[in-house]
């Protein structure tokens, strides 16, 4: 639950220990929507299962995130990129599976 401006990070349990999950946010406001952020999102929701991440990874749908250019809005904790569908796997490869120390 969030109060004020106070933000509590969820927490997942792996193999018994508690570890910070990693919110990965995808724009739904409709510059990214048209540029393809529904299949972006569909994307990362199988790799995240393909992967095992679901214990891991937070996967949530964002207003606009005012980074309207060169494609969809992608957040990764505190970093915001662009990414379309066609990269999108790629792009998961490259930021969450690292990012998260997973080599599956």
């Known amino acids: 639950m969030n109060c004020c401006m106070c933000t509590i ?12 999950m990693l919110e990965i946010g995808v ?6 929507h048209i540029r393809g952020s529904y299949n972006v999102l569909q ?8 992967n095992k991440l679901h214990d891991m990874c937070e996967l ?19 970093e915001v990129f662009n990414v379309s569908p066609e990269t999108a796997r790629e ?3 490259n930021k969450i599976i690292t ?6």
């Not at 990070?9 to 910070?20: E, L």
């Not at 994307?43 to 393909?50: D, K, T, V």
């Not at 990012?99 to 599956?104: L, V």
């Open 9 to 20: 990070k969820r927490r997942g349990v792996v193999k018994g220990i508690v570890i910070d």
């Open 27 to 32: 724009c739904i406001g409709s510059s990214c």
């Open 43 to 50: 994307s990362f929701q199988q790799l995240i299962e393909e």
């Open 60 to 78: 949530k749908a964002k207003l606009c995130m005012r980074n309207c250019h060169d494609g969809v809005s992608v957040s990764v904790g505190d």
């Open 91 to 93: 792009f998961f490869r």
């Open 99 to 104: 990012k998260k120390g997973n080599t599956t």
